[in-house]
């Protein structure tokens, strides 16, 4: 008896973003603020960072709600139902549960349940690796339109004393909806991962340490309760980061991949309409613009000025703004990459909606 041929779904030829949304939390933290906590001034984080604000949510809002809020917009406009969504991805660094996912509950809470949905570990690369898993989910007809959302709640994973990376973040969430289309509307990804360099940005304990602290501490009689509370509450994993490092990683061989995105598109720095880089530091926003030698023309992403650093979000924030400010943009070109912890990175070419 042969064995029957199992059936596949009917494929598109190409797939594009057919909606955007964005929720940007209503707390505005200035450098003065920051300042309260750090040792540092309005003045050198202008100058070193560009940064002049970042937002972050209250207590009650949290990144489910956020990520929400942003994938409600997009869906709508992209004008179709929330039914419609087939697969929900969500990535981010900042929902504090390891499990279940953030994506199952934001899928349930946004009218796209049954939908397959998961979250996605890639820090700052995320959304580009959540645009690269749509695109291919949409192309092989897993799903006709998939939700794909950048959310993060940093401020909930920051310690606001210290000084090598928590006055960059802020709060947020990005969304679109990739569905399908008869042009190619999003280029194959460079992607990557360089997990030698794993130690240059991350949590300061996991939950491993908080395990061994509480054996420890069931173990030894006498320990003080006030001093046993105050070394837990020390554990609570907070972001640090060797910034030099990361920097340097970031300008020399983060411009090498948008390059080459720019050539697996089949495309030059002429064709663009935008730049949407990863938005962590505007002196690497203006390095990476002047190693791929843009053109006049090309209008870049520049959030973080305003929002800071909000990792997973931050691409999709920066695009929604950029077509809010400059509407124009809609059907043209934008170069992506992301990014961050791993480390990671991840860079393509998309049509703006
Ligand atoms: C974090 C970052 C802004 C620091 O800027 P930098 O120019 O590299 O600063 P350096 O660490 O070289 O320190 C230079 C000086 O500034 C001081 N400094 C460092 N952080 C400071 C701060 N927050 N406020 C004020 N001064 C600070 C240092 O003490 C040092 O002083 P010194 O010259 O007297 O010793 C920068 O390295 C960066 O943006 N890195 C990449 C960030 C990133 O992309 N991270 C996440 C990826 S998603």
């Known amino acids: 008896m042969s064995t029957p041929t199992l059936k596949q779904n009917p494929t598109h030829a190409g797939s594009t973003i057919v909606g955007i949304g964005a929720y940007r939390p209503s707390v505005i933290v200035t450098n003065e603020d ?101 695109d291919a989910l949409v192309r092989s007809g897993v799903a006709d339109y998939v939700l ?7 401020s909930d994973v920051i310690d606001n004393h210290e000084r090598t990376i928590s006055f960059l973040l802020g709060d947020g969430a990005g969304a679109v909806v990739i569905g399908p289309s008869d042009e190619p509307g999003i280029s194959p990804a460079v ?95 203006d390095e990476l613009a002047k190693q791929l030698k843009l053109p006049e023309h090309v209008i870049i992403g520049r959030d973080i000025a305003d929002a800071g650093n909000t990792s997973a979000a931050s691409i999709p924030l920066a695009t929604h703004r950029l077509l809010a400010e400059n509407p124009e943009l809609s059907g043209k070109l934008s170069l992506q990459i992301g990014f961050g912890a791993g480390l990671v990175f991840g860079a393509q070419v998309v049509r703006l909606p």
């Open 34 to 134: 920051v300042c309260q906590w750090i040792d540092s001034s309005d003045e050198w984080i202008q100058q070193r960072t560009g940064i002049i604000t970042r937002h972050r949510a209250p207590r009650e809002v949290s990144v489910v709600d956020m990520a929400v809020d942003a994938g409600a917009e997009a869906i709508k406009n992209a004008g179709i139902e929330p039914s419609q969504i087939g697969a929900v991805l969500v990535s981010t660094v900042s929902h504090p549960y390891a499990t279940p996912s953030a994506a199952a509950l934001i899928a349930d809470k946004i009218g796209a349940n049954p939908a397959p949905a998961y979250d996605i570990s890639a820090a700052c690369a995320g959304y580009c690796y959540g645009v690269a898993q749509a």
């Open 148 to 154: 794909v959302i950048g959310a993060e709640k940093l």
């Open 191 to 285: 992607w990557g991962s360089d997990g030698s360099k794993w130690d240059t940005i991350g949590m300061t304990s996991s939950l491993l340490d908080v395990r061994d602290f509480s054996e420890q501490a069931m173990k030894s009689d006498g320990v003080e309760l006030a001093a046993a509370s105050e070394a837990h509450a020390a554990l609570w994993p907070t972001l640090r980061q060797d910034g030099q490092t990361v920097f340097r990683w970031a300008v020399w061989e983060m411009a090498k991949m948008a390059k080459k995105a720019l050539e697996v598109a089949g495309i030059t720095a002429d064709d663009l309409g935008a730049f949407v880089p990863h938005q962590a530091n505007m002196r690497i926003i």
